[in-house]
């Protein structure tokens, strides 16, 4: 398009004076730096439902990636809807990265439909050697991987490969692998904090089946959820709600972990059933918090939940 400006210019030279030179420079510098405009376009788009996912996305890509979440922060991730506009998004963007396994029941229609459409759909929690919600449970698997350090980290190259599949010219790969040594020192920070735990406390009461995966790597148990199942949108019964009273009261519980992404009204109705003092202790479980606050990142979320897990029953 240069090359074409500059001919035109040599042409309108020989016809004009000197006088239009300035202005036909002013042309050229609008239009090339129009084309530097088109050339920001070439990063690419990727649309994830999570903010979790989107920082990963977002650790990996860089300046080579714009990242869109469809899931506002602190919001609900199991009955969030898409409007038209994001559903749009979907099939224009390179890579959408779910989180699956039933975590977005609210966007299933719509992922369902843009991936029939030929939507580029990368679902992760089925590619992280998932586990069951509990032992008596084996057919309905825990969408909540990010709470595992290690899992991340594999996800993390599995989203590198699949933009290394749209663009083979950055290694996307090894901003993946500088990403794990960064959740491998977390989950050792993680370690330490937890540490302060003694062993005859280490047992979860939480409002719903999310923490099933730190659980698992940092040598929890969790006894008790005021939701049951993995799903924010079950209604617990009054004999699932008076059953997990008496689990507080019979392991000793003293501490409720609630979420930032849910109202803590029904197990604070638990904690007052109990009879005696139980903490209501809020951690942040399927969004991270604000951008720029201690738990404005993944990595940040993971290490401001372990200190409020210690500070509680530490």
């Keep these: ?75 609900d991730a199991h009955d969030f809807q898409a409007t038209s506009q994001q559903a749009a998004r979907l099939l224009e963007a390179d890579l959408v990265v779910v989180n699956g396994l039933g975590l977005e029941e609210g966007l299933q229609d719509v992922l369902d439909s843009a991936e029939g459409d030929g939507a580029n759909v990368l679902h992760l929690a089925p590619l992280l050697d998932p586990i069951p919600f509990s032992a008596d449970d084996r057919g309905d698997l825990d969408p909540h991987v990010w709470f595992d350090p290690q899992r991340v980290a594999v996800a993390a190259e599995l989203i590198a490969r699949e933009l290394d599949a749209v663009d083979d010219s950055i290694d996307w790969v090894s901003r993946a692998r500088t990403y794990a040594d960064e959740l491998a020192t977390t989950e050792e920070e993680m370690r330490r904090l937890l540490s302060a735990v003694p062993d005859d406390r280490r047992k ?67 904690a007052e059933e109990v009879g005696r003092e139980i903490e209501i202790v809020t951690l942040y479980t399927e969004s991270l918090d604000d951008p720029g606050t201690t738990a404005g990142t993944l990595v940040g979320m993971m290490v401001e939940n372990a200190r409020r897990i210690s500070d509680a029953l530490g």
């Design 204 to 270: 979860l009461v939480t409002n719903h089946q999310a923490l099933g995966y730190l659980a698992e790597r940092f040598e929890f148990e969790i006894v008790g959820v005021v939701i049951p199942g993995g799903s924010t949108l079950s209604d617990p019964s009054s004999a699932e709600l008076a059953e997990l009273v008496r689990t507080i009261e019979v392991e000793g519980i003293d501490v409720i972990f609630t979420e930032t992404s849910l109202p803590s009204r029904l197990a604070e109705a638990v």
């Design 1 to 75: 398009m240069v090359i074409i400006l500059i001919e035109m210019i040599t042409i309108l030279i020989s016809l004009f004076k000197p006088r239009i030179w300035s202005v036909l420079l002013a042309t050229v510098l609008l239009l090339t730096a129009c084309g530097d405009e088109d050339r920001e376009s070439d990063r690419l788009a990727v649309v994830t439902t999570s903010s979790i996912w989107g920082d990963v996305v977002a650790e990996i890509g860089g300046d080579d990636a714009e990242v869109e979440v469809l899931i506002p922060r602190n919001a």
